[in-house]
């Protein structure tokens, strides 16, 4: 039983490229979340869903886009990465109840 | 601004002492309170919760207080031992979403 898998777990990309974050779970859980970690912030939510089909902004959306196309899968996507997007990025799922399970998170640079 | 914060960014227990972890948060809507656990190079663990509707609760060696007239919480672990050396978050959940809001954390090191 894996939980929530990301790929890849790291990556370094130049200014102005453009990549995807992959997230997959396998719980049947409808929510699923996309984190920032920066060092004192805490974990900053960017976008989520609540359902297949659904996406919406959080709290530092700019910069990135998602879908959710399947049900068990959430991609983030980074249309042109700039330094201040530098950071771990966590994914995580849950049905609703009380926690999220995340996954491993993506170390990301951007040189 | 923001609504989740945890002062003191770190720190140092001896082993079977007491850890004590403190929150504040300055949205009177949040339902659910919960701590979580990181490892570096790992994913958040969830912890402990407490609804709002609680003042404790208790899991093993693990409490969580909640005062909400002064919007505050507070994680003890007692005893400490060296597996709990980590960072700690405290998040919120908020009412649309089932949405979490973290704190910045705090680093935990129980010395053996």
């Known amino acids: 039983n894996a939980g929530v898998t990301q790929t890849p777990k790291f990556r370094v990309l130049k200014t102005g490229q453009s990549m995807t974050l992959l997230c997959a779970q396998d719980?049947?859980?409808?929510?699923m979340y996309w984190y920032r970690q920066d060092p004192g912030m805490g974990l900053r939510l960017i976008h989520y869903s609540v359902g297949e089909g659904t996406t919406a902004k959080g709290e530092v959306p700019d910069g990135y886009n998602v879908s959710r196309l399947k049900k068990q899968n959430f991609l983030l996507g980074l249309e042109s990465a700039a330094p201040s997007q530098t950071s771990v990025y966590f994914c995580?799922?849950?049905?609703?109840?009380?926690?999220?399970?995340f996954g491993s998170g993506t170390r990301l640079t951007v040189v | 601004d923001q609504q989740v914060k945890q002062n003191s960014p770190s720190l140092s227990v001896q082993e079977g002492r007491i850890s004590i972890l403190n929150c504040d948060y300055t949205?009177?809507?949040?339902?659910?309170f919960l701590w979580y656990k990181k490892y570096p190079a790992e994913g958040p663990t969830f912890l402990i919760s407490i609804s709002s509707i609680k003042d404790k609760n208790e899991d093993g060696r693990f409490t969580v207080f909640l005062n909400k007239s002064a919007k505050h919480l507070s994680l003890h672990i007692v005893p400490s031992q060296p597996g709990d050396s980590a960072v700690y978050f405290c998040a919120a959940r908020g009412a649309a979403g089932n949405k979490l809001t973290f704190g910045g954390g705090n680093r935990v090191l129980v010395i053996p």
């Open positions: 949205n009177s809507m949040f339902d659910y």
């Open positions: 995580a799922s849950s049905s609703g109840s009380i926690g999220y399970t």
């Open positions: 719980m049947n859980h409808e929510y």
